[in-house]
């Protein structure tokens, strides 16, 4: 069954070092997004896409983030200058809208860990 | 935005006993409830889901309720087992193909640990 997968599953930065996170959705998926969880907190969404451009952004997705489809495989989170308080678990995820389902499917996370 | 809550934050029962979760909602709007099981160090994994058109689903041993009136949705686990162990989060969004994709709004999870 195909899946999504994330590379790498862990990356540890410096503060004010910029961090590539990437996502690679199942092959036919058109929307895809980008989620994370600081520990023990909630799943929060950051950002959805769709046809090379953002549908939706939440209010932590600021300045600071991008996203970017480089290739027809490749899903990708940028951080321009990290901060300590975007450690967190960023989990990619992606979905064929069918006609009666829309099910995310989630990669298995990637943990960033900000010094 | 929506807020949804989920209750309780950790759940332990015996094996073969039956588990229920509880998550609330507060967007009316919201036509699209998943549940995902997520066991420690793996992805979160879709276990099943509801639309708000219908009332109940059952796949096997797991069901979800939908309350539209009262804005509630519960996971109802019977003859757990010890693989059901896991962390459950439940979710709650507006799916309009025409403007919104849908971003998902997860509870806090629910840690259930089924005793052998």
């Known amino acids: 069954e195909p899946e999504v997968t994330q590379t790498p599953s862990h990356q540890v930065t410096q503060m004010g070092q910029e961090v590539i996170l990437r996502c690679v959705p199942i092959s036919n998926h058109l929307y895809f997004y980008w989620y994370r969880q600081i520990l023990g907190q909630k799943v929060e969404f950051l950002v959805s896409f769709y046809n090379n451009e953002i549908s939706e952004k939440s209010e932590i997705f600021d300045d600071q983030f991008s996203v970017e489809r480089p290739d027809g495989s490749n899903f990708t989170l940028k951080i321009r200058s990290t901060k300590l308080e975007d450690s967190a678990m960023y989990f990619c995820a992606s979905s064929y809208p069918g006609v009666s389902t829309d099910t995310q499917y989630f990669g298995p996370g990637t943990r960033l860990t900000v010094l | 935005g929506e807020n949804v809550e989920q209750h309780p934050s950790t759940l332990s029962v015996q094996e073969g006993d039956s588990a229920v979760i509880k998550c609330t909602y507060s967007?009316?709007?919201?036509?699209?409830f998943p549940w995902y099981k997520q066991e420690l160090g793996k992805r979160p994994q879709l276990i099943i889901d509801?639309?708000?058109?219908?009332g109940e689903k059952k796949d096997q041993r797991i069901a979800v309720t939908l309350n539209k009136t009262a804005k509630h949705f519960s996971l109802h686990i019977t003859e757990t087992q010890p693989e059901d162990s896991a962390v459950y989060f439940c979710?709650?969004?507006?799916?309009?193909?025409?403007?919104?994709?849908?971003?998902?709004?997860f509870g806090r999870g629910t840690q259930l640990t089924v005793w052998p």
């Open positions: 967007d009316s709007a919201s036509n699209y």
């Open positions: 979710a709650a969004t507006l799916f309009d193909r025409g403007s919104t994709l849908g971003r998902l709004y």
């Open positions: 509801i639309r708000s058109n219908v």
